[in-house]
C-alpha cells in the first residue's frame, strides 16, 4: 500500500473495512486457539502453536496496515476533481465511442465492476491527467485510447 495520504473512493473505503472487520474476527479466533506457554505437549503441538503465532503476527501486520490506509485517506480529505488521482471518478470515452465512468481505486474492488486500480494499464495512463486530455494505454488486443470527458461524481445512479 502507498505510504503517502491519498483519497480512495467510498466503496474502495467499504472494502477496506469489511476487510478489517474480517481480519480482526480471523485474528480473535486464532488468538483464542493460542496456549500458555507453560502448557505441556510434543513437538508436533509446539509446531502447530508456533504456525498460529506466525498467523497472528501476519493478521496484526495487515490490521496495522489497513487502519494506516483508512486514517491517511481520511486526512489526504477527498479526491482531487480537476486532474485524475486516487479516488477519481472519471467520465472517458473510448476509440470505439463507448463512454464509461470508472473509479480509480488503489486496490481492486470486488464488488465494483466500475473500478479500475491504478496501477492497471489504464489507471496508470488516466493518472495526472484532466478533462479533455487523451490518454494511451496496453490492453490484451494491442494499445488502444480514451479521451478523459469529466472528473467528478458519478452520473446519477452511479455509486460513490
Do not use: K, N
Not at 27 to 52: F, H, K, N
Not at 68 to 78: I, K, N, V
Not at 115 to 138: E, I, K, N
Request: contains cysteine.
Amino acid at each position: 500500500m502507498s505510504s503517502e495520504s491519498a483519497p480512495i473512493s467510498e466503496t474502495a473505503r467499504q472494502a477496506l473495512e469489511r476487510e478489517l472487520a474480517d481480519l480482526c474476527d480471523e485474528r480473535a479466533s486464532v488468538s483464542a486457539t493460542l496456549r500458555d506457554s507453560d502448557a505441556v505437549g510434543d513437538r508436533a503441538d509446539e509446531a502447530d502453536e508456533l504456525q498460529r503465532a506466525d498467523a497472528l503476527a501476519r493478521l496484526d501486520a495487515r490490521i496495522a496496515q489497513i487502519t494506516t490506509r483508512l486514517r491517511r485517506a481520511a486526512s489526504a480529505g477527498p479526491p482531487p476533481t480537476d486532474m485524475v488521482g486516487v479516488g477519481s471518478t472519471v467520465t472517458l470515452r473510448f476509440a470505439d465511442g463507448a463512454v464509461e465512468t470508472v473509479q480509480i481505486d488503489e486496490t481492486a474492488v470486488e464488488s465494483d465492476r466500475t473500478s479500475v486500480t491504478s496501477d492497471s494499464p489504464l489507471g496508470r495512463a488516466l493518472l495526472g491527467h484532466r478533462a479533455g486530455d487523451s490518454v494511451s494505454y496496453d490492453t490484451p488486443e494491442g494499445q488502444t485510447s480514451a479521451v478523459v470527458v469529466s472528473l467528478g461524481r458519478q452520473p446519477s445512479g452511479g455509486q460513490e
